[in-house]
């Protein structure tokens, strides 16, 4: 079974970071598209950052993209969220997610759909 765990969410004030771990077993990372989403409280989740085999093709949303950064750690099996700069506004449960296939996008976003496996989510909370 494909097992995606996260860690290192945590509450922190504006201005401060964060490194979210996202650990996989039963799936290679590097392999196909893999990603993060965040889902904060009364609104949809939302595809954040994503990356694919050597990491030359990722997708930031608009909002991070200056922000957060994703990386990944081949023989660790492991990807990562930076994030730096954390606002208010970012507070939100954060998954990680895995796919069979490459990373698609669907009218400049990254579609929920294409990803097969989830993580449990890390809390981030962001006070002001």
């Known amino acids: 079974q494909v097992k995606l765990v996260e860690s290192g969410g945590g509450s922190v004030q504006a201005g401060g970071s964060l490194r979210l771990s996202c650990v996989a077993s039963?799936?290679?990372?590097?392999?196909?598209?893999v990603a993060w989403f965040r889902q904060a409280a009364g609104k949809e989740r939302e595809g954040i950052t994503a990356?694919?085999?050597?990491?030359?093709?990722?997708y930031r949303a608009g909002s991070v993209r200056d922000r957060f950064t994703m990386s990944q750690d081949i023989p660790k099996n492991t990807v990562y969220l930076q994030m730096n700069n954390l606002q208010p506004e970012d507070t939100a449960m954060y998954y990680c997610a895995a796919s069979t296939r490459y990373c698609t996008y669907d009218g400049g976003k990254l579609p929920e759909r294409i990803f097969d496996y989830w993580g449990q989510g890390t809390q981030v909370t962001v006070s002001s």
């Open positions: 039963g799936y290679t990372v590097g392999s196909n598209c």
């Open positions: 990356i694919y085999s050597n990491g030359g093709a990722t």
